[in-house]
């Protein structure tokens, strides 16, 4: 193409997109275990919703998703006012990005954690902070965000892809002094024992974002909600897309947050699912940070019983030749020598231990 065709905005020289986790086609029959998703599908209720509403898809949907945020408010005991939804949660942060951030106001992060905040910051134009942590074990480094001097902070928690959970108490002490907007990326949090809701009350500079990809089986529908301020809720409107959320995505995330029923099953076999991976790498000796999040990471030892990159990312190889794909984060010395593995239903990690535990059996015959 003629170069004078393609003259890119100043802004995206050097830019790269985010990556995500390998889509596998569908009839290869792999074990995907590498993209955070749940292995059951969603509630009944949200294909009953989404049928009745495909005869009215020759209208607009409601621009504000109102039904949707009065749904989610009561959810939580707060009001509309406090909540926006967008399209998966990834929409609500680069609402963020756009929002409160430009050549002057920067923006931080934790790194490693979720790489899409780079990409999102690199297309806005503006300085990105990374903020390391403290040690091996991703314990957070209040200081240094503190100091930061960045006017938005993505504190994802629980972390990914660690999966590890920080307390109120350090949130807290976070939200005390941080200057700018403290967003904390909870996509996770339904599988932890605590999240930050409580601090909402105590905090104006608080946002929280959660999506219904993981713990509501809706990753496909493309639905996620930030809550926070109205005064904060009432500038990301101004930013965001007219019908940032289709009509099926509203009555289909609407009829899921309403069966909490279903929604508690499917919460309970997962996180039990979890606890049962962990005791394996626990008998096998193998050192993971605990998980609050509905995967774990874990570093897998060779037949010296050390762990380092090549191990990692053998044993990545021959999970995938076995059809079951997890997930390899090679850049990093945090995480090259770990894999993140998402928890699937009983029968797909049933699997999983019987592989990994051939695998360690075939190491010690090398
Ligand atoms: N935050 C984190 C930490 C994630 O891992 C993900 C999923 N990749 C998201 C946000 C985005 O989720 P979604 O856009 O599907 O709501």
Partial sequence: MN??????????????????????????????????ENPYPPSP??????????????LYPN???GDLREVIADMHGLQASQIIVGNGSDDLLNLCVRTFSDDELKVGMLHPSYSLYEVL?????????????????FTLNIADILASGTNLFFLTNPHAPSGKAYGLTQLRRLLKDYKGLLVIDEAYADFAPKNALPLLKEYENLI????????YSLAGLRIGYAIGNPRIIEELDKVREVYNVDRLAQVGAKAALLDQKY????????IDQRDLLAKVF????WPFIPSAANFIFV??????????????????????????????????????????????????????????KEWTKKEKQR
């Fill in 282 to 285: 626990e008998e096998l000796g």
């Fill in 208 to 215: 929280i974002t959660r999506t219904l990809s993981k713990s």
């Fill in 299 to 356: 570093q897998p030892l060779g037949i010296n019983g050390q762990a380092s990159a090549k191990t990692a990312a053998n044993l990545f190889h021959y999970l995938l030749e076995n059809k079951i794909l997890v997930r390899y984060f090679p850049k990093h010395p945090l995480t090259e020598s770990y894999l993140r593995i998402s928890i699937g239903n009983p029968s797909q990690m049933n699997k999983v231990v019987e592989s990994i």
């Fill in 45 to 58: 209720s949200v294909q009953a919703a989404i049928n009745q509403e495909i005869a009215l898809l020759n």
């Fill in 263 to 270: 929604f508690n099953e499917c919460l309970k076999k997962v």
């Fill in 121 to 137: 910051t690199s297309v806005q134009g503006s300085e990105l902070i990374r903020v390391k942590f403290n040690d091996k074990d």
């Fill in 3 to 36: 170069k004078n065709h393609l003259r890119l905005s100043k802004r995206l020289c050097g830019h790269h997109a985010y990556l995500p986790g390998e889509q596998p086609k569908s009839n290869l029959q792999v074990i995907k275990l590498n993209t955070n």
């Fill in 63 to 65: 621009p504000i998703s």
